[in-house]
């Protein structure tokens, strides 16, 4: 069995200022763990994964994140955020290796908006 | 050229009616398929299709049913609509590993008066 939690359904940041959205998953398995975002009226597009290589994964758009088992997180920064980086973020887990996407469970969400 | 399209991009409709969402993918996909996204953004998973079987029926009611034609086509049909299936339905696609990236189409606004 597999979940996410997603720490605060939304978080205000000032532009410039440090982006930080937390995700916390429980897995049976070592996981594969994804982040997406959502811009308003569009379907979900990957922002980065970690899939048991490095666990300081960047991805586009200056995101990057850290999988820190011991923690089993997977928080999403951004040093500079950006007017464009207001969104819908989510954090997901599949089972890892031997595993499938059928299995992709999806957290909450976090609505981030950026204050000029 | 879009990669996951589904049409209609919005569907407003009466209680009792029955509906039809289509999706296809470009991608060379074995696997797609269908979410629904409810008012609070939650996102889970209805059904899921490799290379034209089913693989996923998360509960769903048996009003929905998927229909794949072929792996770059996964059609949603839903009869007897209810006011609780009102939501945000997007169709996604991807390789059959568990480390695959989902690439999801952009959406459709169900309403149901």
């Known amino acids: 069995a597999q979940s996410v939690t997603q720490l605060g359904s939304h978080v205000s940041v000032s532009e410039g200022a440090l982006v930080l959205l937390r995700c916390n998953y429980s897995s049976s398995v070592p996981p594969y763990l994804f982040w997406y975002v959502q811009y308003p009226n569009q379907g979900l597009q990957l922002l980065l994964k970690y899939t048991s290589a490095a666990t300081l994964v960047k991805g586009i758009n200056g995101f990057e994140a850290e999988f820190k088992k011991s923690e089993t997180s997977f928080h999403l920064t951004k040093p500079s955020a950006h007017m464009s980086d207001a969104a819908e973020y989510f954090c997901?887990?599949?089972?890892?290796?031997?595993?499938?996407?059928?299995?992709?469970?999806f957290g909450k969400g976090t609505l981030l908006t950026v204050n000029p | 050229d879009t990669a996951v399209s589904q049409t209609p991009k919005y569907l407003v409709t009466q209680m009792g009616n029955d509906k039809s969402i289509k999706c296809e993918q470009n991608l060379g996909h074995d696997t797609m398929y269908w979410y629904k996204q409810d008012s609070k953004k939650f996102l889970k998973i209805m059904f899921s299709?490799?290379?034209?079987?089913?693989?996923i029926n998360e509960t769903v009611p048996n009003r929905f049913s998927p229909k794949s034609p072929d792996k770059a086509h996964l059609n949603l049909h839903i009869n007897s609509l209810e006011l609780g299936d009102s939501a945000v339905y997007f169709c996604?696609?991807?390789?059959?590993?568990?480390?695959?990236?989902?690439?999801f189409g952009s959406g459709t606004q169900l309403s149901v008066l």
């Open positions: 996604a696609s991807s390789g059959r590993g568990g480390d695959e990236k989902l690439f």
């Open positions: 299709y490799n290379n034209k079987e089913l693989i």
């Open positions: 997901a887990v599949s089972p890892g290796s031997g595993g499938s996407n059928y299995k992709l469970t």
